[in-house]
């Protein structure tokens, strides 16, 4: 030992910490506990602890297991429930520091430990915890999961890491929380990094058994640097959950498109309003990295959070891909999200795909919320959608906008592929916005319709040409408006149902019941084409309210219905008794 008081140095090749038999543990208290040699080995079965604020008051020490710049910690055998605890909190003070080396089995083979936690929380301010290598943990014999949390405090990453629960890949999964408390429903501190192309890896898998949770807080760049990547497995016979309790923050960083992953299927369970960003800044000639959660159910643990997944990018850039599952409450098992918002559109550049392939439910509660996705919109082919922005039809309805700034709405191939907006509300009718329909993707939407109903029911504005087709195997290609909102021309627009004139297939029908269909501006004209000329084929009908100025900005300048059939032409119905056409 040496160094002024308060202070313990360890100086010694090799350090064998034991915890003592009745509580199994070691604790130091007061000041600062450093050690400078080649191994920690925990001897003891169950845990040593560090503790460097005895009564939590007042500033914490700091801990430092990596003097050495070499320093690894492990259990002294193998298959035992060692533990290690680092501890620096203050409740009225600030926190201590907490830096370590890898945490492995390099002292002997398959010597790791059960589980490591770290607590670095002041009321002041928290501490910094680095960490500079892997950390490797394993279940060992008889004993709970394995679990590596931090609970709270500013973790920062010199260099790229993995957290690794199971060795052998032979058992369950362990508990990784980085960030948050252990009820996960609130963040502290943070998650960055301390140089550029720092990637972390949390390998949760289980094998042969269920894969383990994972709870993350904040990833920001109070390091110096945000991470560049965040990799998340937790693959297993039962997979893993993925809680979400603040913003993600990754960065380019000049080396490279970030991206945040989810290998499993387990859920992504969102524990606050949280944000995604795969670009900070949208650097111009930087990509944005792709947010990929597979099929996983997203969901909230309470009512009123907002998800936002932003993968655009500067000018000229390319948007990151987006790829999720259901988005619902869990089966009536938790709570809807408020609000969905996904942007991986760019301008001027390469918009991300944002490949859909389940139902999105929202519910405003007694707020206001949504559904609003801009990039290159892709629906996995075959299926028929819901998009619901007040599920339980008690409320005012959620707006809902698609591919309006950006991109566009597609499948992924030719096919019976639908989509059925509802923003139908028991109160007021969300309104809903429309950019581009077309076969981006490979394939159009089959049959496409919105919902809008409520006391006030919302409004319909088109941004784009809406483009459909017949499945294929007979079934016509339509577009229906349901709920009397008006229909808002805000571009010169074609609606166009029958691509290619298929034979013996009628043309499409548009159908927008009693709506007022008026432009946004001037000058704008509007082309419905429902033709089929194909042999045998009829044009599709045509349903509308009236056409005239109710938006208050003026006239359509032209409108053009085109409904002939090679059998027969489609019909044109007025639904009003008193209906009007104008243009101007």
């Given at each position: 030992g040496g160094g002024a008081a308060g202070d313990l140095y360890f100086t010694d090749a090799e350090a064998s910490i034991n915890g003592d038999d009745s509580n199994h543990v070691t604790t130091i208290l007061e000041g600062d506990y450093n050690f400078n040699g080649d191994n920690i080995i925990a001897n003891d079965s169950y845990a040593f602890q560090i503790d460097t604020n005895g009564d939590n008051s007042g500033d914490s020490g700091d801990i430092n297991l990596y003097q050495s710049g070499t320093t690894t910690i492990s259990a002294s055998a193998a298959g035992t429930s060692a533990e290690m605890r680092l501890n620096t909190t203050s409740t009225d003070g600030n926190a201590g520091d907490v830096t370590i080396g890898t945490v492995d089995d390099t002292a002997q083979p398959?010597?790791?430990?059960?589980?490591?936690?770290?607590?670095?929380t002041g009321a002041t301010s928290n501490g910094t915890v680095t960490l500079n290598g892997d950390i490797n943990v394993d279940r060992g014999g008889a004993g709970v999961n394995p679990i590596f949390v931090i609970a709270e405090g500013d973790i920062v990453l010199p260099t790229s890491i993995t957290i690794d629960t199971e060795q052998g890949d032979n058992q369950f999964g362990g508990y990784v929380r980085l960030g948050t408390n252990g009820s996960n429903t609130s963040s502290s501190g943070s998650i960055s990094a301390s140089a550029n192309n720092v990637i972390l890896t949390i390998d949760a898998q289980g094998y042969g058994d269920a894969g383990g949770n994972v709870a993350l807080g904040v990833f920001d760049a109070d390091g110096g640097n945000y991470l560049n990547g965040l990799a998340i497995n937790t693959n297993g016979t039962t997979d893993g959950n993925l809680y979400l309790n603040g913003n993600i923050s990754l960065d380019h960083n000049g080396v490279g498109a970030s991206s945040m992953t989810l290998t499993g299927g387990g859920d992504v369970i969102v524990s606050n309003n949280v944000t995604i960003d795969t670009e900070i800044g949208d650097t111009v000639g930087q990509d944005a990295g792709a947010v990929?959660?597979?099929?996983?159910?997203?969901?909230?643990?309470?009512a009123s959070f907002t998800l936002t997944i932003d993968t655009d990018a500067a000018a000229g850039s390319t948007g990151g891909a987006v790829t999720f599952g259901l988005v619902d409450d869990n089966a009536g098992g938790n709570n809807f999200l408020q609000e969905l918002v996904v942007d991986a559109g760019t301008t001027a550049g390469t918009d991300g795909i944002v490949a859909i392939s389940n139902d999105i439910y929202t519910d405003p509660g007694t707020g206001s919320g949504g559904i609003t996705i801009d990039g290159d919109i892709r629906l996995t082919a075959g299926g028929s959608y819901s998009f619901d922005t007040d599920d339980n039809d008690?409320?005012?309805?959620?707006?809902?906008?698609?591919?309006?700034?950006?991109?566009?709405v597609s499948a992924t191939a030719a096919g019976?592929?639908?989509?059925?907006?509802?923003?139908?509300?028991?109160?007021?009718?969300g309104d809903v916005q429309l950019g581009v329909f077309n076969n981006a993707g490979g394939g159009y939407i089959n049959d496409f319709a919105v919902w809008s109903q409520g006391t006030t029911p919302g409004n319909t504005t088109l941004h784009g040409n809406i483009s459909l087709d017949d499945s294929g195997a007979g079934d016509s290609g339509d577009f229906s408006i349901v709920g009397n909102g008006d229909v808002i021309i805000a571009n010169s627009i074609i609606i166009d149902t029958e691509q290619g004139n298929t034979a013996g297939v009628a043309g499409g029908s548009v159908d927008w019941n009693n709506s007022d269909v008026s432009p946004s501006a001037a000058n704008y004209t509007l082309e419905i084409n429902t033709e089929n000329l194909g042999a045998g084929s009829n044009g599709g009908n045509v349903s509308l309210g009236s056409v005239n100025n109710a938006n208050g900005n003026g006239y359509l300048d032209v409108l053009t219905i085109d409904m002939d059939g090679n059998n027969a032409d489609g019909t044109l119905t007025f639904n009003r008794a008193t209906a009007t056409l104008s243009v101007d």
């Open positions: 398959n010597t790791f430990l059960q589980r490591v936690e770290i607590l670095a990929n959660f597979g099929a996983s159910n997203i969901y909230a643990d309470a008690n409320g005012n309805a959620g707006d809902i906008n698609l591919a309006v700034t950006s991109g566009s019976n592929t639908n989509l059925t907006l509802f923003s139908r509300g028991g109160l007021t009718g």
